[in-house]
């Protein structure tokens, strides 16, 4: 079946926003709240694995003497750090200092002037997807995703396939004539759980980790050099509409770590 829609993750595929906005924004809602705490680089990456912001804090003062000793004071320190985190997001993103990453803003552009149906398929907030896309995009991002399905919308987080099955249903597209487009190993699980198609665009966090069951596997939007299996084009230049197509129909299944 021909290709006509494309579903988008957020965090890492957009933009490393989990490595220069979220991270830096939790820091700072620490700071606000007078904890010690702070999230290196790598610490943060570990913390990846854990999907979604609360969850990420809740994990990790299960490991901190100087956490809450109750349950329910956790819970509600991680809602108050995380509405800060939140808050900060939105700063670092107002004064430019979250990129989309290069090819993105291209191939979103040509698949919307090819009639492609588009829509985001994230664990990321609404608020954080507003503030970013309304940044880069102006208020034509909402007309070009026809459907948002974010973090607050589903009951269970990615890798669970909740995400995408809701995407899908807002489009009206069948996973068949859908590719998604993911940066970690929990994105593609829930993309294949859901039965679509996905490529991998390497992110900073998830630069090595094994993924598995992708049709194509790259290191960017921006090149078509390095990306399994190869783009039937030439490998100079970005990553074409063309070339999702021809992933698409070909429906090879590659895995790889590296």
């Known amino acids: 079946m021909p ?19 979220h991270r830096v924004a939790f820091n700072r809602a620490f700071e606000d709240a007078g904890l010690p705490w702070r999230w290196d680089e790598a610490h943060y990456g570990a913390l990846l694995r854990i999907t979604g912001g609360r969850e990420r804090l809740l994990h990790d003062m299960a490991s901190r003497g100087d956490a ?4 329910d004071e956790r819970l509600a320190l991680a809602a108050e750090l995380h509405r800060r985190k939140n ?6 993103v107002a004064a430019g200092q979250i990129p989309l990453r290069a090819g993105v803003m291209a191939l979103i552009d040509e698949a919307a002037s090819a009639g492609l149906k588009q829509g985001i398929a994230t664990t990321t907030s609404r608020a954080n997807l507003q503030a970013l896309l309304q940044r880069h995009l102006g208020p034509r991002w909402s007309a070009i995703f026809e459907i948002a399905v974010c973090g607050e919308d589903v009951s269970a987080k ?8 809701r995407a899908l249903a807002g489009l009206g597209v069948s996973f068949v004539d859908t590719l998604a ?9 829930a993309a294949r759980a859901a039965r679509v198609p996905v490529i991998v665009t390497r992110s900073a966090y998830f630069a090595d980790d094994m993924i598995d069951s992708a049709i194509a596997i790259g290191p960017g939007l921006h090149t078509r050099s390095g990306w399994r299996p190869a783009t039937a084009a030439p490998s100079d230049g970005p990553v074409r509409l063309s070339d999702l197509r021809d992933w698409h129909t070909r429906g090879e299944w590659v895995s790889h770590l590296g």
Request: avoid cysteine; glycine fraction near 8%.
């Open 3 to 21: 290709l006509q829609a494309l579903l988008w993750d957020v965090d890492g595929t957009l933009a490393e926003s989990e490595r220069d906005g």
């Open 68 to 71: 809450p000793a109750l349950p």
């Open 87 to 92: 808050a900060h997001y939105a700063e670092i």
């Open 158 to 165: 990615k890798p669970d396939p909740e995400v995408y099955q």
């Open 181 to 189: 487009i993911e940066d970690s190993p929990g994105g593609v699980a």
